[in-house]
Every structure is written in structure tokens, then in C-alpha cells.
């Protein structure tokens, strides 16, 4: 059985570490989310998420797209290895079900 647990060192906190990944050439993006990737020179790889009030004034429904998108990304990081990503939400993604929210991002990873 694996392991999804969620370490703080797998997320992105600081800006310096979201500019370069934001200045990295390998981007996906949809009506739903965009995605950025880059290398990194760890073993593990790292998420840092997007929200702003432009998708949702609302704080509840900005924190349950977060929550979504750390769960894919527990679920896919079995699969990838040694990448930093960062994943910024559409205005779109509060309008959508859960289920199309996570195929979208299961086409990025």
C-alpha cells in the first residue's frame, strides 16, 4: 500500500522557487488549470499552488480547488520523480465538478 502522505518539503514556498519554475519553457494548460514544470536536482518532486480571488472571492471554494489539486498530485507523484511544479487555477474551476477537475489534471501530470 502506498504512502500519500503530503511532507512540507514537497511544496514550493518560497517565490524565488515559484519564478523559476514559472520562467521554465515546459507549461500545459487548459480551460481549467495551467501547469509549469521544471527539473529539479532532488529525488522527490515539489508542488506550489495558485488560487487567487480572481478564480473564487470566496475562501472556501479557493481552499477545496487547493485541496483537489495536492490530491492528484499525491496520487501522481508515484509516477514522477525529480520535478518542481506550479499550478495556477482558472476562474472555470469553481464551476466545474470534482471529477472534471481531476481528469484535467491528470492529463497535466
Known amino acids: 500500500m502506498s504512502n500519500f502522505k503530503f511532507p512540507v518539503d514537497h511544496r514550493l514556498l518560497y517565490p524565488v522557487n515559484f519564478k523559476a519554475v514559472l520562467k521554465s519553457k515546459l507549461k500545459s494548460s487548459d480551460n481549467l488549470f495551467v501547469v509549469y514544470a521544471k ?3 532532488l529525488d522527490f518532486d515539489r508542488i506550489g499552488i495558485t488560487v487567487s480571488r480572481k478564480v473564487s472571492t470566496r ?3 479557493r481552499n477545496k480547488v487547493k485541496r483537489l489539486i495536492r490530491e492528484s498530485f499525491r496520487h501522481e507523484t508515484v509516477e514522477i520523480k525529480g520535478l518542481d511544479f506550479v499550478v495556477i487555477a482558472r476562474p472555470q474551476t ?3 465538478k470534482n471529477e472534471v477537475l ?3 489534471l491528470e492529463k497535466h501530470w
Request: glycine content about 0%; overall charge positive; aromatic content about 0%.
Open 39 to 41: 527539473k529539479n536536482k
Open 59 to 61: 475562501a472556501v471554494k
Open 94 to 96: 469553481v464551476i466545474e
Open 102 to 104: 481531476i481528469v484535467s
